[in-house]
C-alpha cells in the first residue's frame, strides 16, 4: 500500500470527512488551474479521484464499525 492510504486508514471518521473534502477542494483547484494553463502532470487528476475513493472506502467502513 502507499504511504497516504495508510495515512487514511490510521485516520477517524471526523477526520477523514475533513480529509475528503480537503481532497475534493483540491481536485476544484486543479480543475480551475487547467483552464488558464495546460497542466504539467495529467495522473494528478487520476491520483486525486483515488484517493478521494480511498478515504470515502475507509470513511465508510469506519461507519460500519461504529453501527455494530
Do not use: C, G, W
Amino acid at each position: 500500500m502507499d504511504k497516504v492510504r495508510d495515512k487514511l486508514r490510521q485516520l477517524d471518521a471526523k477526520e477523514l470527512i475533513e480529509e475528503v473534502e480537503k481532497l475534493r477542494r483540491e481536485l476544484f483547484s486543479l480543475r480551475l488551474a487547467v483552464i488558464s494553463s495546460p497542466p504539467k502532470d495529467n495522473s494528478q487528476f487520476r491520483k486525486l479521484r483515488k484517493n478521494i475513493a480511498a478515504a470515502l472506502t475507509f470513511l465508510h467502513e469506519k461507519q460500519q464499525e461504529q453501527a455494530k
